[in-house]
T-cell receptor, first 115, second 114 residues
Framework: EAGVAQSPRYKIIEKRQSVAFWCNPISGHATLYWYQQILGQGPKLLIQFQNNGVVDDSQLPKDRFSAERLKGVDSTLKIQPAKLEDSAVYLC?????????????FGQGTRLTVV | KNQVEQSPQSLIILEGKNCTLQCNYTVSPFSNLRWYKQDTGRGPVSLTIMTFSENTKSNGRYTATLDADTKQSSLHITASQLSDSASYICVVGILTGGGNKLTFGTGTQLKVEL
């Protein structure tokens, strides 16, 4: 079974530039998550999709971050404009439908460095 | 405020030794507790998932315990190997209308040495 695919693996941009990350979840997984993991910290949820609808974006900095999930499958996360504090690993995860024991599978992440 | 706290922050042990990692949480309403292993430069990988009614679950050399009354969990690693060197993250989930909402701890960084 193929895992969660993310690209690019690494990205270096200057502050105030824009950047986009892409995620392809495991086939058939209805739930998709984007997390931000700052060095030395645990992942923090940015946005959660159920199919192509947003179910939680309470911690997404909406003035600069946006995300969409096309046709309930692939997803993109965009930052515009980037700030130095956005330097982090951006993890995408997916899981099957709503059960208590649903396992979330993570991609390898995109490491963003803002200089 | 929903929080997950882990201890110790970091740990160094010799290969072959056992160790126990701790997790305390205040997440409510509790639905499930997970332990993840995260190797450097990789995404987290699930080790165990426990619900309210389970108080222990094993996965090979990893054994997790849960005390839902005291809101504590532990992860015991037996006969450690060099490949166990990683960050171990405790994650507590609540089940919402939109699926599992996961709150992550900051992790315990484990290093296994010869």
């Amino acid at each position: 079974e193929a895992g969660v695919a993310q690209s690019p693996r690494y990205k270096i941009i200057e502050k105030r530039q824009s950047v986009a990350f892409w995620c392809n979840p495991i086939s058939g997984h209805a739930t998709l998550y984007w997390y931000q993991q700052i060095l030395g910290q645990g992942p923090k949820l940015l946005i959660q999709f159920q199919n192509n609808g947003v179910v939680d974006d309470s911690q997404l900095p909406k003035d600069r971050f946006s995300a969409e999930r096309l046709k309930g499958v692939d997803s993109t996360l965009k930052i515009q404009p980037a700030k130095l504090e956005d330097s982090a690993v951006y993890l995408c995860a997916s899981s099957l439908e709503l059960t208590v024991n649903t396992e979330a599978f993570f991609g390898q992440g995109t490491r963003l460095t803002v200089v | 405020k929903n929080q997950v706290e882990q201890s110790p922050q970091s740990l160094i042990i010799l290969e072959g030794k056992n160790c126990t990692l701790q997790c305390n949480y205040t997440v409510s309403p509790f639905s499930n507790l997970r332990w993840y292993k995260q190797d450097t430069g990789r995404g987290p990988v699930s080790l165990t998932i426990m619900t309210f009614s389970e108080n222990t679950k094993s996965n090979g050399r990893y054994t997790a315990t849960l005390d839902a009354d005291t809101k504590q969990s532990s992860l015991h690693i037996t006969a450690s190997q060099l490949s166990d060197s990683a960050s171990y993250i405790c994650v507590v989930g609540i089940l919402t209308g939109g699926g599992n909402k996961l709150t992550f701890g900051t992790g315990t960084q484990l290093k296994v040495e010869l």
